[in-house]
């Protein structure tokens, strides 16, 4: 996005980009909702955001490339081997429209965290 300008959704999100990205990232917007269909998808921070008992995952589109944004650096560990050829800063995957991330390696992570979310939440409530 060449300027920040205030989104209410994801789908204003996604209409302010350039073809190339938005394309990307309708893409990953559908394999993050088909691996967690009860999340809500809001915008937070100005970018898609996915919560469900907290948040899940979030994307945005940088002047050069995509982000896919993990919310929890263990997931980055367990799955190090299929980042090969991404670009990984802390919990944010780096990707491009050629080189696009995997839906089902997404649809793993998704649901990984969305079970940690559950447990998190069930823990939880049972101390409460």
Do not use: W
Not at 3 to 13: G, I, M, N
Not at 61 to 74: E, L, M, W
């Amino acid at each position: 996005m060449e300027k920040k300008q205030s989104v209410k959704s994801v789908e204003d999100y996604l209409a302010i980009l350039p073809k190339e990205h938005s394309d990307i990232l309708r893409n990953l917007r559908k394999a993050i909702r088909s691996a967690a269909p009860q999340a809500e998808e809001v915008i937070s921070y100005q970018i898609p955001t996915y919560k469900y008992h907290g948040a899940l995952v979030h994307f945005m589109a940088g002047k050069h490339d995509c982000s896919f944004i993990t919310v929890n650096k263990s997931i980055i560990e367990k799955f190090k081997s299929e980042f090969k050829g991404y670009k990984i800063y802390g919990t944010t995957i780096h990707f491009s429209a050629q080189n696009p991330l995997p839906d089902e390696l997404v649809k793993k992570i998704v649901q990984m965290q969305l079970k940690e979310n559950e447990s998190h939440y069930r823990e939880k409530g049972n101390n409460q």
